[in-house]
Nanobody
């Protein structure tokens, strides 16, 4: 019943910004921990950020901390990822995901039950 659709990807120069959105239907408090992951060619899927249903608690990987901001608007059923000071190494397919229960081990992809189709982010130097 949960459907996730990402938008907002694109191409940008290093130092630029992008905001990803994830339209989420069927997300409730029981499956309300949501995260952003990314996967570059030949690499494993990497947890970027996560947020609790209330939005009070957020989590970030060290590689994006201070540059990316995750947020959500439950009234609009939308998850966001504001990405600033982008670097070429941020280039990847970005996915939003939702998991049952709390955000423990938020960075582990197998913990998530629902996934979007992804949106491509390309950062040129």
């Amino acid at each position: 019943q949960v459907q996730l659709v990402e938008t907002g990807g694109g191409s940008v120069q290093a130092g630029g910004s992008l905001r990803l959105s994830c339209a989420a239907s069927g997300v409730t408090r029981s499956n309300g921990c949501m995260g952003w992951f990314r996967q570059a060619p030949g690499k494993e899927r990497e947890g970027v950020a996560a947020i609790t249903f209330s939005g009070i608690f957020t989590y970030y990987s060290d590689s994006v901390k201070g540059r990316f901001t995750i947020s959500r608007d439950n009234g609009k059923n939308t998850l966001y990822l504001q990405m600033n000071s982008l670097k070429p190494e941020d280039s990847a397919m970005y996915y939003c995901a939702a998991k049952m229960g709390r955000c423990g081990s938020w960075y582990l992809a197998p913990q998530y039950d629902y996934w979007g189709q992804g949106t491509q982010v390309t950062v040129s130097s």
